[in-house]
């Protein structure tokens, strides 16, 4: 059959990941000692279908690693093993380790991962283990008819071949399995020798042409693992009567070696397993990794990023009626135009106005089809903290609120590292070690709570720990020496909190001699800024502290006020703007070889000149024809010199990079209703442009008298 | 002085003529055009389309050659002037001025960005052999977005690696190549 396989394998890929995810999720909840039968189900379903798509697609590693980890679940499914916390840390790897493999396939650049190579060796001990464990001699045979599922329990090799009977069931043709197929892939394997048995096949004039009275014996001299051969079966195993037997001229041979191997080679197996298990709590960096390598590979430039989402049929339905009504509409217009007269302009406005609604409501829909419940990236954090609670000895509850609370796709994809980040560092310097939580009175079990909420067309993102809360002294003292601030700063308790977001604040160095956060905490906010968002973090020593990060809902429109200088509109970001003054003489104060200040209440604000850092003409022949607009960014208030304020409106974000490339002050373009492309203006690529010093001139001291 | 009356039936008839060539035989054929008295011509296949000129919105700061970025059915498109571009002294834009809208390789992703040029000629078949390499010319001239001399109706073409020439970096100083080049 000609069908070309690789036109799926996206989908396989995509499912896979999300199988994984259902996984880990349930191995998490996985309660060791006790068998939940529908919880172990799941898993095994989930192992089951990447196992059965890699077979097809040709993945055989990832085929035959998950064979392993079915097997050791189905033995537990079965009842005949008990989970233990170990074997729950085993899968947890081994999906880490399905993941990568998936992902090198996904990338097209298939490569051996030592990880999954020794994780295999792991599980085949713990399984022969189990083989040996049984009191009496085991051969294959009967521990393989231990389980009545698909999968069999022995994965040796045969070392000579395999002799299989296959009579598969009446209407298997009408399924779509083809037997001639799997003979061929059979035969790919080693020489090939088949007997059929037409006995059952009736008289002609009583055949279904469509079904399949034949039986098959085949006799395979190859010497390949049990799997290989289930594998080729895979998909038609329940459909058929099938027994797979080592060529009997072999099991005298096999039969000695299943005989050897509980006293000498189990042993060897056990302590290996106890080696590979052992040095997982005390390396900090090898449990961390998985959770980092997923992010960057998806950065990684040479993969395509083929992305794609799921959408419910009703928002797709409801996009269907809305293009109806908009092509109603069309019609309808076109119709008014093709014979206008003045009479008809009430109708032509009606529909114009109709147009206008179905736009937007067009827009909404097309919006929510990009929004995804926030629960996709909240997901990874119970195994991030369950992995690093167990590294760093700590007791951590993680609870999870707001999970349902939507967002655009894109958004949610750049937020996931600056939370992974912020959860870490709740994680890390947050809580504290249980016996000093004892001793302040607290419960031995911290507490992290992630929340998110939708307010006022934004997303807030909350992190919130109990722990021990930002050490003030010690962030001033560390701003000090590192000449962030002066010391005779009068900083408030916010400004100081806030300082551990500035650049330069902390490197890696520090980690350990400040208890305070800060390790890469800049980067974060920058990330978080890039959005159009913001953090924020509150604290209270020794009771803990929240970081709050607001993100617009989508990243594809912005409402933006339009502004004017000389013959040029950009546009300000609406929720950069603070306020608008037009007439500021007197609140003015040039600065020789600096740039001008405007003294806002009790500040100084630095002001800049949109027309001398773009180099372009202004109409506004003196300072004081012009208008300042008070904008924010990057946690530090500027003035703009404008011309004049404009409209406001929603403006969809075009990106200049995309053929272009960066143009510093500039975050992006959009098109305006007459068709011109118009800038949006980056606020704190402005205030780089301009030169302006941070908290240069940001304290006045209280005791001045506010120039009004 | 170049015959620059190219009205929007000829643009018509050119857009139609890339199409058909596209479309039957994707060998050595370069649309070409005219900056101030020489002709270049530029692979057929990056080229998207032909458009009249149409007032730019100025990017701040941008080198003087980039004269802004165009709405082009939603997406934004940066336009380059050639006649700028090369050092050569500029003349106003009128209703005859072209903007040629090609696709250049930027690393691993497309660009769409359009050029332009004082008016387009023709499309023009170049054999292979009749290809001459660009001359060796002084080292502090850049002539590696020249992908060789062609000539068509006794006139030398200079033909255009457009990739390379719309990734060459902005401090490149290209002026005087074209007076290299004919000298």
Known sequence: ?708 | MVDNKIDDSSIARINEEIEDVVAHDPSEQYLTFYIEDEIYGVDILSVQEIRGWEPATEIPNAPEYIKGVINLRGTVVPITDLRCRFGIKQFEYSGVTVVIIVKVQSGKSEKTVGIVVDAVSDVSNFNRSDIHPAPELSENINTAFVKGLGSAENKMVILLDINKLMNASDEADLSRVSQAISA
Request: with cysteine.
């Open chain 1, 1 to 708: 059959m000609g069908i070309d396989l690789s036109q799926f394998h996206q989908v396989f890929f995509e499912e896979s990941y999300e199988g994984l995810d259902v996984m880990e999720s349930a191995l998490l909840n996985l309660q060791p000692d006790t068998v939940d039968s529908e919880t172990i189900n799941e898993i095994f379903r989930a192992a089951h279908s990447i196992k059965g798509g890699s077979g097809t697609f040709g993945f055989t590693d990832v085929a035959e690693f998950t064979h392993v980890i079915e097997t050791l679940l189905d033995e537990i499914r079965g009842g005949t093993r008990n989970i233990t916390s170990e074997i729950v840390d085993l899968f947890l790897q081994a999906v880490d380790c399905i993941r990568k493999l998936i992902q090198q396939h996904d990338a097209g650049e298939p490569r051996e991962i030592p990880e999954a190579v020794e994780l295999k060796k792991i599980f085949e001990a713990i399984l022969s283990g189990n083989v040996s464990g049984d009191e009496s001699v085991s051969s294959p045979e009967q521990a393989s008819s231990v389980s009545e599922s698909d999968v069999q329990g022995e994965d040796g090799s045969s070392g000579h071949g395999w002799k299989i009977y296959f009579k598969p069931e009446l209407d298997i043709l009408r399924t779509g399995n083809d037997p001639l197929r799997m003979f061929r892939e059979l035969e790919s394997l080693g020489s090939l020798r088949i007997t059929a048995d037409v006995s059952q096949v009736p008289l002609i004039g009583s055949i279904d042409p469509e079904a399949c009275y034949m039986a098959w014996e085949l006799e395979l001299d190859a010497d390949v693992s049990k799997s290989a051969v289930d594998e080729v079966f895979e998909w038609v195993v329940d459909e058929s009567e099938l027994r797979i037997e080592p060529l009997s001229s072999d099991d005298a041979a096999l039969e000695t070696r299943s005989e050897t191997t509980p006293d000498t080679e189990i042993e060897d197996k056990e302590s290996e397993i106890k080696m590979e298990l052992e040095p997982t709590p005390s390396t900090p960096a090898s449990v961390s990794k998985p959770t980092e390598t997923v992010p960057n590979s998806k950065k990684d430039p040479s993969k395509v990023e083929v992305s794609s989402i799921r959408v419910g049929i009703d928002k797709v339905d409801d996009l269907i009626n809305m293009v109806g009504e908009l092509v109603i509409t069309q019609s309808m217009l076109g119709e008014l135009g093709l014979d206008f007269t003045m009479e008809n302009l009430p109708r032509l406005l009606e529909g114009i106005e109709q147009l206008s609604q179905n736009t937007r409501e067009l827009q909404e829909s097309v919006m929510r089809i990009r929004m995804l419940p926030i629960s996709f990236t909240f997901s990874r954090f119970p195994r991030l903290v369950h992995d690093l609670s167990r590294t760093m000895n700590k007791k951590i509850e993680l609870k999870l609120t707001g999970e349902q609370t939507e967002l655009d796709k894109t958004v949610m994809e750049k937020i996931g590292d600056p939370l992974v980040h912020l959860v870490r560092n709740s994680l890390d310097h947050g809580i504290e070690m249980p016996e000093d939580r004892v001793q302040a009175g607290k419960p031995e079990t911290g507490t992290i709570t992630l929340n998110a909420f939708h307010q006022s067309g934004n997303i807030v993102i909350q992190i919130i720990d109990d722990g021990a809360g930002l050490n003030k002294a010690k962030i001033l003292e560390k701003a000090i020496e590192k000449g962030l601030v002066s010391e005779n700063d009068n900083l408030s308790d916010d400004q100081v909190h806030d300082l551990i977001f500035k650049p330069g604040f902390s490197t890696a160095d520090q980690v350990s001699d400040i208890s305070g956060r800060g390790v890469g905490m800049d980067v974060v906010r920058r990330n978080i800024n890039e959005l159009n968002g913001s953090v924020e973090v509150e604290s209270t020593e020794g009771q803990g502290s929240v970081f709050t990060i607001r993100l617009p809902l989508t990243l594809a429109i912005l409402d933006g006020q339009l502004i004017r200088v000389g013959e040029y509109v950009y546009i300000l970001p609406l929720i950069s703007i603070v306020e608008s003054i037009q007439s500021f003489q007197g609140m003015l104060h040039r600065v020789v070889g600096g740039c001008d200040l405007l003294r806002l209440r009790n500040e100084y604000v630095p002001i800049i000149k949109l027309s001398s850092i773009f180099n372009i003409k202004s109409t506004a022949q003196d300072m004081d024809d012009g208008l300042l607009v008070v904008v924010e960014g990057d946690n530090m208030k500027v003035a703009i010199l404008i011309d004049d304020l404009e409209a406001q409106q929603q403006v969809v974000i075009k990106s200049l990079e995309e053929n272009y490339k960066r143009v510093d002050g500039v975050s992006g373009a959009t098109i305006l209703g007459n068709g011109t492309v118009s800038l949006i203006l980056d606020i704190p690529g402005l205030i780089k442009l301009a030169g302006v010093q941070r908290y240069e001139y940001k304290v006045v001291n209280s005791g001045d008298d506010c120039a009004a």
